[in-house]
């Protein structure tokens, strides 16, 4: 089964998004051929604008399964199911590469270049929890719902303003998150 067919049998199954097929399609096919995707945002504001695909100012769960699913597939380079590390440590690094273009310092640029590739392997590592040296489609999804779950602050299943508010509010009242408004 090629990527687009993989994507349309998605956007087929997942009709809590009230678009039509043709319109999921469409929008799984777009955001597979967009450039590099973004690691889900602690920010639950800009977590909205990242995963919205289509443009209603929220993300619903089937929504964010969608566009993680499509992520998955755009970095899985040899369409084998599976992340390697090389597949998943060269995506990351061509994003960072791109963010960290804007460093002025050769020398700042290359030690925190260091830094975030390690990371993104101790991060690889963390994500294989079979430990068998990929990551599945399975595993992918997992880390994804656990972040969308922390910015569903009301657990009603959507990430919207409802959420960001309580963020807000809970920010007022000192309480502290590993997500924010």
């Given at each position: 089964?090629?990527r687009l ?6 956007a ?5 998004l ?14 597979l051929?967009?450039g590099?995707?973004?690691a889900a ?8 604008s990242?995963?919205?695909i ?12 969608l566009?993680?699913e ?7 380079f ?12 060269g995506e ?44 599945s489609?399975?595993?992918?999804m997992?880390?994804g719902l ?6 569903d602050?009301?657990?009603?299943g ?11 509010d ?12």
């Amino acid at each position: 089964m090629n990527r687009l067919s993989m994507i349309a049998k998605s956007a087929v199954s997942l009709p809590s998004l009230h678009l039509p097929v043709a319109a999921l399609a469409l929008a799984a096919s777009t955001l597979l051929m967009a450039g590099p995707a973004s690691a889900a945002s602690h920010s639950s504001t800009t977590y909205i604008s990242e995963q919205d695909i289509n443009g209603d100012g929220k993300v619903s769960l089937a929504e964010f399964k969608l566009g993680r699913e499509v992520e998955f597939l755009r970095m899985d380079f040899n369409a084998d199911g599976q992340l390697s590390e090389a597949e998943y440590l060269g995506e990351f690094e061509a994003r960072l590469m791109a963010r960290l273009s804007k460093i002025a310092d050769p020398e700042k640029r290359r030690e925190e270049q260091q830094r975030q590739m390690r990371q993104a392997k101790v991060r690889f590592g963390v994500l294989d929890t079979d430990k068998n040296g990929s990551i599945s489609l399975e595993e992918f999804m997992a880390t994804g719902l656990s972040m969308f779950k922390m910015h569903d602050r009301n657990q009603d299943g959507v990430v919207d303003e409802v959420d960001v508010k309580i963020a807000e509010d809970e920010r007022k009242a000192g309480k502290t998150s590993f997500v924010s408004p």
